[in-house]
């Protein structure tokens, strides 16, 4: 049995969040030059190359790349063989949330509560965490700090299990046009396919992580992806909604088996900030 | 070619912009985001002075990071203004609102009442708040601090890049 200090899960947590919020990854830096050379638009250019710009100065400045620096939302393997010494460890988590989002000079962006105290509880805590138990000896901790104005443009639908894949690609598509300038695109869409209506959200967010240039491994959904990726910048929303044709850098699936009654489709988008970062314990 | 304007924004200035043109903003602009559109409506509903000024203003719709120590503000790139359009057309109507700098398309209804009050929607680009920072030179509270990042702040900037989105006539970018 291994054990880590509570102290260690603290500070690697509030690194994350610091990590998160300054550095854009390099995958989706990657994503918005090549849309740059292939963007016919000129405001939409002049947009891309600002936002490459705002990377570059978030980087240099050690300033968040987006003033709505996110609900914190975690997904944590937890190996079986390891424990957090001193306490628990979803309080060492929120714990890293408080000393980074305080030490990075970042928003605090969550209320108390949804409807009757929308009071900011000025920490950015409560974190959202999501716990999975694996084998081993590791403990692997990933923040994806997501943003309200697109987390707000998310879907699900239940679909029949006759819709198919055409019932799939109209509701991606339709909740991209929805969604029109409002969740900062050029974006990254997430779309989580099968299990339930709770496990298909959570397969669209999980989605978001996957590398932009890296393809579904299985071959009908590679095929899916590319389709969608080309459905949606064929709208012609593009960057902040302006025009053009970037609208989204990638499309991104997961799936997984469900009912024999169902095929819920979830849509979770992301601004081009797909900001995430990964400590392994 | 962009167009340099200055606040307070005249009339004339206003129906000088088209959508499209490509806008650098320099002066005083007021900042107000979600809860303090509600407190400024619940004020404008009850016939009530407001604590601030919006006559030939500008708001703009941000929740800025913290200020790093020596430095104004944090990062402050605009947030979806969709979720101000309800209070939108009260405030154009009744306090001479003349600007707003948000991201994102607009109601129809609020299209309507920039047109019949002469007022414009610029765009910033969302997800650039580091690089608009650099554009903003001071910041001071105005009012609703109890608000956090949703208080009213007074921004000084300078060459603020923007996008004419939905001009005075009723003109959008957005399809």
New interface residues.
């Given amino acids: 049995m291994k054990t880590i200090p509570f102290i260690s899960v603290v500070n690697a947590v509030s690194e994350l969040c610091l990590q998160a919020a300054f550095y854009l990854p390099a995958d989706v830096v990657q994503g918005l030059k090549r849309a740059l050379e292939t963007e016919s638009s000129a405001?939409a250019r002049?947009?891309l190359e600002?936002?490459l710009?705002?990377?570059a100065?978030?980087r240099e400045?050690?300033?968040?790349?987006?003033?709505?620096?996110g609900t914190a939302i975690f997904f944590v393997e937890l190996g079986a063989q390891v424990r957090v010494a001193d306490g628990l460890l979803a309080e060492a988590i929120n714990a890293g949330v408080r000393q980074g989002y305080e030490k990075g000079?970042?928003?605090?962006?969550i209320v108390a509560d949804p409807l009757y105290n929308?009071c900011?509880t000025?920490d950015n805590t409560p974190a959202v965490i999501h716990f999975l138990p694996v084998a081993g000896e590791a403990l692997t901790i990933t923040l994806v700090p997501k943003g309200?104005?697109s987390e707000?443009m998310s879907g699900l639908r239940m679909l029949t299990p006759s819709q198919g894949e055409q019932g799939v690609i109209d509701f991606v598509v339709g909740a991209v046009e929805r969604a029109?300038?409002?969740?900062?695109p050029p974006l990254i869409v997430g779309v989580g396919l099968g299990g339930t209506a709770e496990q298909a959200m959570l397969l669209a967010k999980k989605a978001l992580l996957r590398p932009l240039a890296q393809p579904h491994p299985q071959k009908e959904y590679a095929a899916l992806e590319n389709a969608l990726f080309a459905r949606v910048n064929a709208t012609?929303?593009g960057p902040?909604?302006?025009?053009g044709d970037t609208t989204a850098l990638a499309v991104k699936i997961e799936r997984a088996p469900c009912h024999i009654a169902s095929l819920p489709v979830a849509v979770n988008l992301s601004?081009?900030?797909t900001r995430h970062a990964t400590v392994v314990l | 070619m962009v167009i340099t304007i200055k606040t307070p924004l005249s009339a004339t200035i206003i129906t000088s912009l088209h959508a499209g043109d490509e806008v650098e903003l320099s002066g005083t602009i007021y900042t107000a985001r979600d809860a303090a559109h509600r407190r400024l409506y619940d004020l404008l509903q009850q016939g009530s002075p407001l604590p601030v000024d919006l006559k030939n203003q500008v708001l703009y719709y941000v929740g800025p990071a913290p200020a790093r120590p020596g430095k104004p503000i944090g990062s402050a790139g605009p947030t979806t203004s969709a979720r101000m359009d309800p209070f939108t057309p009260a405030l154009l109507e009744k306090t001479g609102l003349r600007a707003m700098i948000g991201k994102g398309e607009r109601s129809p209804t609020v299209i309507a009442a920039i047109k019949q009050y002469g007022a414009v929607y610029f765009a910033a680009i969302g997800g650039a708040g580091a690089l608009i920072a650099q554009c903003i030179k001071k910041c001071d509270a105005v009012c609703y601090e109890d608000l956090g990042p949703e208080a009213i702040f007074r921004l000084t900037v300078e060459k603020f890049p923007l996008i004419v989105a939905i001009d005075g006539m009723g003109r959008s970018l957005y399809r």
């Fill in positions: 405001r002049g947009i600002k936002l710009a705002n990377a100065v978030a400045q050690k300033l968040a790349l987006c003033q709505d620096c000079y970042l928003r605090k962006s929308r900011n000025g309200g104005g707000n029109g300038g409002k969740p900062c012609g929303i902040q909604g302006l025009g601004c081009h900030a």
